[in-house]
């Protein structure tokens, strides 16, 4: 990408980023600039830092990934698994932020 060539946002930047995680642990993340989100299981850490620089208008410094699985549930006397997930930490460059509450 050239310096000044400004990239559209498409539906697979949409697609690639499922949801924030809000939670007390990715919360404390902040401090250190990063940003916590569910991705698709299949989204290499390259889409993704498209993905976030493209949405969010924002400078990605690096990307770490990690895949949680899912836990063991009863429900109703019968045993299910809830599905395993992609996690991305996404850590920005000095500076930058993103509301994650904004919409809230």
Not at 14 to 37: A, D, H, L
């Amino acid at each position: 990408m050239r310096a000044g060539l400004i990239k559209m946002v498409t539906i697979k930047d949409f697609k690639t980023i499922i949801k924030p995680i809000i939670t007390e642990k990715s919360s404390m993340g902040s401090e250190y600039n990063q940003v916590t989100f569910q991705v698709q299981k299949t989204s290499s850490k390259k889409e993704i830092k498209l993905a976030i620089e493209n949405i969010f208008k924002v400078k990605v410094k690096k990307v770490n990934t990690s895949i949680v699985k899912g836990k063991l549930k009863s429900f109703r006397g019968s045993l299910g698994k809830r599905s395993d997930y992609k996690k991305a930490f996404v850590t920005l460059e000095d500076g930058q932020t993103i509301d994650i509450n904004a919409g809230v």
